[in-house]
């Protein structure tokens, strides 16, 4: 984990990991958000990936990130923050790359999908193992059911320590509330300077 980059050019900036299982939103959360068009590796799904892909739960999606999305979102404040967003791909086959995606960053959004949650289970432990502050967003897909906070902390086999929050994955003010929850955990978690709390 690492401490924000000191202020360039007048912002401080900030880098984030947006991880999770298999088609939680992660793409759809970082485009959402994003001050730019983000940078996307989606490829289509075909009959090939059927055997390691299950799509159970998740028929309609016909694309997959295979590399990692980037998007950055600015906030202006006494000090100016700007959050650099790498979006992880979530099939297992792809974990080893968590870990290049993973280097210097300050903190990490785990989303989670009621519906699949285990899918999700591998970004709270790798974070976790990594020693790396993180929140959990179980992003609300329509006909989910529903799930208390209490049961999904039970789920992850987290404490009240890890921010738990719900969020829409494709409205920009839900994403930019969690990364907010994941800034002012991560400032706290890392004892940075003042001033990024203060911009916040």
């Known amino acids: ?6 202020p360039a050019g007048g912002r401080m900036i900030v880098k984030v990991v947006i991880a999770g299982g298999f088609g939680v939103g992660k793409t759809t959360a970082i485009g959402a958000v994003s001050d730019i ?3 996307r590796t989606e490829e289509l799904l ?4 059927a055997a390691t892909d299950s799509l159970h739960g998740i028929e309609e999606k016909s694309t997959t990130t295979v590399a990692f999305d980037f998007g950055r979102v600015g906030w202006d404040a006494p000090t ?10 979530g099939q297992p086959r792809f974990w080893d790359f968590w870990h290049d995606l993973a280097a210097g960053a300050s903190g ?3 989303l989670a999908d009621t519906r699949r949650i285990a899918a999700s289970f591998h970004a709270a432990d790798f974070f976790e193992q990594l020693g790396m502050p993180f929140v959990i967003a179980v992003n609300r897909f329509p006909g989910a059911a529903p799930r208390s906070p ?15 929050m719900f969020c829409d994955a494709r409205s920009p ?4 509330a969690v990364l907010l929850a994941l800034i002012q955990h991560a400032a706290l978690q890392l004892q940075t300077p003042p001033s990024l709390l203060d911009a916040l």
């Open 1 to 6: 984990m690492t401490r924000p980059s000191p």
């Open 37 to 39: 068009t983000p940078l």
């Open 46 to 49: 075909t009959t090939r990936s």
């Open 80 to 89: 100016p923050v700007e959050l650099y967003l790498f979006g992880t791909p």
């Open 108 to 110: 990490a959004v785990v």
């Open 150 to 164: 209490a049961e999904i902390r039970e789920s992850f086999d987290v404490d009240d320590s890890v921010p738990l």
């Open 173 to 176: 003010d839900s994403v930019a």
